[in-house]
């Protein structure tokens, strides 16, 4: 009895079925078609598993078959897009413009940067204060611990323009 009631489900399904086909353009017969064949693989897969005629990550892995043609597509569409941007970038990376060289800081401006006070034409700023000094600053805001760029060029900065006005 169960069998002949799946039967005419299915010749039902059929009729129904093939006069939609009937009505639809070219485009939606492919799609049509497509999702069909789609339906009736993943159908077989699983009554492949239910009876243990195949095992589930087998099964999971036919599941993905019909799935490699919108990804191929994807892939095509995409891959050109991606190819193009990398290439943009390398060639930009590549064309930099120098860095124009800093401006040369005042001596005031350095001793206040690196938190030093006192007159370096007189003496009273020795090299190690200037080292320690900063030391103590780009270890804490050197851009590899939280701090930028920007802070740590001109503790650097303060420092040469320091050690130079000693040195000479």
Do not use: C
């Not at 049509?32 to 087998?58: D, E, P, Q």
């Amino acid at each position: 009895m169960l069998k002949i009631l799946v039967l005419a489900v299915l010749i039902t399904l059929i009729i129904i079925g093939s006069a939609r086909y009937k009505k639809m353009n070219p485009a939606q017969k492919r799609n049509a078609l497509w999702r069909m064949g789609t339906g009736i693989f993943l159908g077989v897969l699983v009554l492949l598993v239910v009876f243990g005629k195949m095992h589930w990550i087998g099964a999971a892995l036919g599941a993905l078959i019909p799935f490699a043609r919108n990804a191929y597509g994807l892939i095509n569409q995409v891959l050109p897009i991606w190819l193009k941007r990398k290439n943009a970038q390398q060639t930009t990376h590549s064309q930099e413009p120098p860095k124009p060289a800093p401006i040369p800081m005042a001596i005031q401006e350095a001793l206040d940067v690196l938190g030093l006070s006192g007159d370096i034409s007189k003496g009273e700023i020795s090299e190690s204060m200037i080292q320690d000094a900063h030391r103590r600053l780009i270890q804490k805001l050197h851009p590899d611990r939280g701090g930028n760029d920007y802070l740590a060029a001109k503790i650097n900065q303060a420092r040469d323009q320091l050690l130079e006005k000693i040195n000479s």
